[in-house]
């Protein structure tokens, strides 16, 4: 049973019980962290990714947050191929520094080397005592249909496909025993249209969720929430071969192709929070420069993308778009299934993109 079926399973006990909610949004939040992190074996299926952190991410994967009885659909208009603005909203909170030096030409190494330079050299915003890190993740998911698959169709099955925009906003204390907060925004909007059934399925689709609200979720001590991860920094080594090292460890894994994905996938759902303290970031981009297997998508002034694939099984690639002046990392894409032949919905539409903005307040909800 997919994320989308468990939705529709909770939906008649919840409607008009405030605690149900709360228990129902518990449960997406758990399914998208299984979702997304790969397993080593499995099926070849595109997850459904309904609440929670991708995706990537890491899956979250961090992923896309589709939630809320405000719904907006602001027109969108059927695409063949469209252009894609890149969400950048991870401005940097302090002067622009120089781009840190890439070796020509370019390679995964030396890009992923260039970004560990960079991130040592660029304060992330730290939670003194009393304060919170807020996380706000703007999310783009793609949604695919097919009448044999409604629910969870392939690239290569659909006939119609849109884009759905959400977002929720993550306080983390500086004292992670305190209580984490998460707030999810009731508003999502189709902005992107594939296929010709693509209008009228859209609309059920949101009607679907129609019954969901906005809410406040609270986890004490950060316990089940997606960005959980965060409370274990303190922990995790500073020099890059003892941290790859510590990732293997931590995941339970033993040398093989497989696991080397596996390894990729949990640095970029790391990187891409935008929210481990310098030294760490650094340490990270140059674990992740010892795993084989990347590549580079697209290469501009200030920002250069990097992707893995991070399960064969299901053709799932994890691209990071890295702002080389800081080793922020601007945007975050998962994509299923690149390739399928005759598909409705171009390789350039990710299925999940998500960007995060960090900085430091005084209080939470």
Same mark, same amino acid.
């Given at each position: 049973m997919d994320v989308f079926e468990?939705?529709?399973?909770?939906?008649? %006990?919840i409607e008009g019980d405030d605690e149900n909610l709360v228990a129902a949004r518990m449960l997406l939040l758990k399914e998208i962290q299984a979702a997304s992190k790969p397993a080593r074996v499995k099926a070849a299926r595109r997850p459904w990714i309904v609440a929670g952190s991708l995706i990537g991410g890491g899956v979250a994967v961090t992923a896309g947050v589709i939630l809320g009885s405000m719904i907006a659909t602001?027109?969108?208009?059927?695409h063949a191929n469209p252009?894609?603005?890149?969400m950048h909203s991870a401005e940097p909170t302090q002067p622009p520094l120089e781009s840190s030096p890439v070796p020509e030409p370019l390679t995964v190494e030396g890009v992923l080397m260039g970004a560990a330079s960079a991130s040592a050299a660029y304060e992330t915003p730290v939670a003194g005592p009393g304060q919170y890190l807020k996380i706000e993740h703007q999310m783009r998911q793609l949604v695919l249909w097919s009448p044999e698959e409604p629910v969870n169709a392939t690239r290569e099955q659909a006939t119609a496909g849109w884009v759905v925009t959400s977002a929720y906003t993550s306080y983390i204390p500086a004292s992670v025993s305190d209580d984490w907060v998460d707030v999810f925004n009731a508003q999502k909007s189709v902005v992107e249209l594939y296929g010709a059934d693509a209008a009228a399925q859209? %609309?059920?689709?949101?009607?679907?969720?129609?019954w969901m609200q906005e809410s406040i979720q609270r986890t004490p001590g950060g316990s089940g929430s997606s960005n959980a991860s965060i409370a274990t920094y303190p922990m995790m080594p500073r020099d890059p071969a003892a941290l790859l090292e510590w990732t293997r460890s931590s995941l339970g894994l033993h040398d093989s192709m497989d696991d080397d994905a596996l390894i990729a996938n949990s640095l970029i759902q790391e990187?891409?929070?935008?929210? !481990?303290?310098a030294d760490l970031r650094s340490a990270m981009f140059g674990a992740l420069s010892m795993v084989p297997g990347g590549r580079i998508d697209s290469a501009n002034d200030n920002a250069i993308t990097l992707s893995f694939l991070t399960n064969a099984a299901q053709e799932r690639r994890d691209a990071i778009e890295i702002d080389t002046r800081t080793g922020l990392v601007l945007q975050y894409a998962v994509t299923f299934g690149?390739? !399928?032949?005759? !598909?409705?919905?171009? *390789? %350039?539409?990710?299925?999940y993109v998500t960007v995060r903005?960090?900085?430091?307040? *005084? *209080?939470a909800p």
């Open positions: 468990k939705v529709q399973e909770i939906r008649p %006990e602001p027109e969108p208009v059927p252009t894609h603005r890149p859209s %609309e059920r689709w949101l009607a679907d969720f129609s990187l891409q929070l935008n929210a !481990a303290p690149e390739g !399928a032949s005759g !598909a409705v919905v171009p *390789d %350039e539409v990710p299925d903005t960090v900085t430091v307040v *005084d *209080d």
